[in-house]
């Protein structure tokens, strides 16, 4: 019998209604249109409005993945959030979803930076392929415009907040989970990171006037690790599922610019619609900008039943993770219940 595999069978998602454009931010700090657009080919972000939590959008994309697998809450054998922006520092915010949507088992977040989705769905395939778990919850979800230093035009003008979520299930057909690596490099932590507000440096007034509870990034630096990791990962994980990049139907990198891909996919040899973007309407929203792909992906159509895709982040650690995924029946045949509307939760 095939392996057991971790097999993609709901998806869903959220993004705030307000839409921070290219000109918004040339109000508020020295920038342009033209620099965001050539520097990062983003032109929108969604940041969120007041009633927009963590738990509330991770909820919200949950229930639309749930309702399409076919699921209640009360299904769910485990749920992982992955998460850098909670709500409360303690609990962490898969306790805080796992109550919101009346689910009973349990819960907990992978804190990755925008590596952190991969993290969990390669974690979560580990509890599917053992046998321990059948239906699984992943979410990535980031408020990261809580953390942006709005005077700081080298970082504000990069991130947006959302949610997306996955179900996971049981496969022995081929589809789900083929290949995946997880990398970190502490040793580059401080190229992008918040340096107050932990055990260190804790939350004080000078904390504050310093501006050190905003994040801070070396974006040159960063910039080197994305594109060396997105080409060497995209490697590594098509060579361990016995294929080559070139066999991907569907390539979905981390979100953080446009260039960044640009060049990932002259190293490779690769054309650029082999690549699935939408960094221009998102921004960069860390650990919700795979998933964000990888659903508006399928519900665009580019993914179908029997592709093979490719997924690779990149972000704070420095950390990256990739993983090769067979898309499924589920693809074509989605239980379908309409945006979370049969679910009560
Ligand atoms: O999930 C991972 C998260 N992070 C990333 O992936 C970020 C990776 N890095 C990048 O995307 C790029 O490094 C940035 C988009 C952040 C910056 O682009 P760059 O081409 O590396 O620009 P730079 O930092 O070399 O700056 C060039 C110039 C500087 O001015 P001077 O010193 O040449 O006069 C900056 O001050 O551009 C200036 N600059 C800006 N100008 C207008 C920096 N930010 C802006 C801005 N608008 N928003």
């Known amino acids: 019998m095939t392996k057991r595999r971790a097999e993609i069978t709901g998806w869903g998602k959220y993004v705030p209604e307000k839409i921070l454009t290219n ?28 009633s927009d939590t963590t738990t509330s959008m991770a909820a919200a994309a949950s229930l639309d993945a749930l309702g399409v697998a076919g699921l209640q809450p009360s299904d769910l054998d485990l749920i992982i959030v992955a998460n850098s922006s909670p709500d409360y520092l303690l609990p962490s915010p898969a306790n805080y979803l796992q109550h919101s949507l ?53 970082t504000c003008i990069l991130f947006g907040d959302a949610a997306a979520a996955v179900v996971l299930q049981p496969s022995t057909n081929g589809a789900g989970v083929i290949s995946f690596e997880l990398g970190s490099d502490g040793s580059q932590a401080h190229h992008l990171w918040v340096p107050g507000g932990g055990t260190v440096n804790p939350v004080s007034q000078k904390v504050v006037d310093n501006r050190e509870h905003y994040i801070r990034m070396n974006g040159q630096e960063v910039f080197k690790f ?68 990888l659903v508006e992906a399928i519900q ?9 895709t490719g997924m690779v982040a990149f972000g704070s650690g420095l950390s990256w993770a990739g993983a090769v995924v067979k898309m499924g029946e589920a693809i074509s045949n989605p239980v379908g219940i309409p945006a979370g509307a049969a679910i009560t939760a």
Request: proline residues 3%; contains cysteine.
């Open 23 to 50: 000109d918004d931010l040339a109000k508020m700090v020295d920038t342009n249109d033209e620099w965001i657009t050539s520097r990062t080919g983003i032109k929108e972000r969604r940041i969120r409005s007041e």
């Open 102 to 154: 009346g689910a009973t088992c349990p819960a907990f977040t992978i804190a990755a930076g925008c590596s952190g989705f991969v993290y969990s769905l390669v974690t979560a395939h580990q509890f599917i392929e053992t046998g321990a778990y059948k239906n699984v919850l992943v979410v990535g979800v980031e408020l990261v415009s809580y953390a942006l230093d709005y005077t700081d035009r080298s």
């Open 226 to 293: 994305a594109v060396r990791k997105l080409t060497t990962s995209l490697n590594n994980i098509t060579a361990a599922a016995g294929m080559t990049v070139g066999d991907l139907d569907v390539i979905i990198p981390h979100q953080a610019n446009l260039r960044i891909i640009e060049f990932a996919a002259r190293t490779l040899d690769m054309p650029m619609d082999k690549f699935f973007v939408n960094v221009h309407k998102y921004g960069n929203t860390s650990a919700a900008s795979i998933p964000l792909a």
């Open 300 to 308: 665009e159509g580019r993914l179908k039943s029997g592709d093979v």
